[in-house]
Nanobody, 119 residues
């Protein structure tokens, strides 16, 4: 199983970006998909997570500005980021909780994608 993320880049404050992340490989069930980020000198933090059929949660700092969504047919998760702020600058990582069989469940990470918001 692999996760591949796309969509990072440079944007001015107030602008928007959309990240996407697709799962490839043999998957029995995707239990959750979401996004984390890590800014320079800081710990990795949860941005948003969609727990399949259960809940969607956001970091307080992005509520009302970011939206996480899923295309289950494509095993893809998106992060729509609006009203971006310089403090949103970070490497964004896709994360997934995947069952590859009824008895085996693991956490997977995609490669990071850099989002830079200029003031």
């Amino acid at each position: 199983v692999q996760l591949q993320a796309f969509g990072g880049g440079l944007v001015q404050a107030g602008g928007s970006l959309r990240l996407s992340c697709s799962v490839s490989g043999s998957v029995f069930k995707i239990n959750a998909m979401g996004w984390y980020r890590q800014a320079p000198g800081k710990q990795r933090e949860l941005v948003a997570v969609d727990r399949t059929g259960v809940s969607t949660n956001y970091a307080d700092s992005v509520k009302g500005r970011f939206t996480v969504s899923r295309d289950n047919a494509k095993n893809t998760v998106y992060l729509q980021m609006n009203s971006l702020k310089p403090e949103d600058t970070a490497v964004y990582y896709c994360n997934a909780d995947i069952s590859v069989s009824r008895w085996r469940r693991s956490e997977y990470w995609g490669q990071g994608t850099l989002v830079t918001v200029s003031s």
